[in-house]
């Protein structure tokens, strides 16, 4: 079995930090979501292999009909999603994503440009479309597609392309 879906079953840590997914998700700050990346491609698996983090097994069909049956696993990570996503403000509500106006400056940093946070959005959306959370996932696509048309990122650059790249996500089942 993948190692990634063990992980997502607490049953074995990652090997990058020896950390299981509970003690991950404990250490997660507002730096460490901002700026680190070592943990999404443990906590939100998808088919295929990272682009960034090469060390990370790939997952098969089997591996996410697996965590798709799981219910520990699939818990763990929608849980995971809820918290990485709860730094952009973005949060759950009768069971779909919104996204929480009342403090948008404080978590807005995700609108800044650089590429990481759309990377992240993808990869959870994915992740939670794998996993059979599908109106979920597609929520967080509306809401994220909402949110950036409507106030672009803080550095000016274009939208297009991403806006591009979340609507066809589900289509053509790749991150960046």
Known sequence: MN????????????????????ELRSKL???VVEDGYFYLQWMFPVLGKS???TNTLPLCEQDISELRSDPIAKNNILKSADLILSFFNIAPKNGLYIYNVLNNQENDYWLRGIGHEEKKISRIALSLYHIGLTELSHSLIDVSISVLTDR???????TLSTVSFWQDIFITRQIY
Do not use: A, D, Q
């Open 3 to 22: 190692k990634v879906v063990l992980f997502n079953r607490e049953i074995i840590p990652c090997h990058l930090n020896e950390m299981y997914l509970n």
């Open 152 to 158: 672009g990122f803080k550095t000016k650059r274009e």
């Open 51 to 53: 682009k960034w983090h």
């Open 29 to 31: 700050s507002r730096p």
